[in-house]
């Protein structure tokens, strides 16, 4: 017996590592912060500890890293830190991929953990309230990926069914959980390039023009 074909009414992507990627200036930047080339990694590891705390909305990472800067001594000021934080490079191919879906009807969303400083940054400054139809960030939700909650809200919001959503994401454990509530959900890294974003899409039934090449990422 065939089985019948698969119909994807919207397409929910990640942010980090899917549609934009670390400046290659971003670590130049935190050094100039912390005022020494050394331990940017250690400074680094207590940034991103603050921002897994905050990425529910729960706390501030703004008020997290405040903090952070007075421990470490740093040199540079919170809005210095607030700039190297937010400095990623929108990669323009897969932008063009997103406008194209949406062109021909299928919805697509933003589907991203993010605190809120960087949350609105996206949205406003990177104007991906404008690239998608919806945007969910966990700290607005109220929860963070993997956990099955985050997509069940997202579906509730949407009202798609699950096997009609497909979900891209360059964490596995992600993909997982998205699958576990019934969505189509591959793995995808913009290291991949846009010949396999183009690839995956199409296994779906979803050919949108592609023109611009893109470029790995730097980690």
Known sequence: MDT???????????ADGVIQRPSQDRRRAWAEVLGRKSDVDRLLADVFAAEHRALAGHSSFVEALSQILTTWNCRGTLDEALRAWTMLDVDPGVIDVISALRQRGIRCYLATNQEPHRAQHMS????????????????????????????LAILNDIQVRPDRVLFLDDRQENVDAARGVGLHAIEFSLEAGLDALNQVLAEFGLRPPLSRPTQGRDG
Not at 4 to 14: G, N
Not at 127 to 148: M, T, W
């Open 4 to 14: 019948a074909p698969i119909r994807i009414e919207a397409v929910l992507f990640d």
């Open 124 to 151: 406003e400054t990177f104007g991906y309230k404008e690239v998608f139809d919806a945007e969910f960030y966990s700290c607005r939700l109220g929860i963070a990926k993997p956990d099955a909650a985050y997509f």
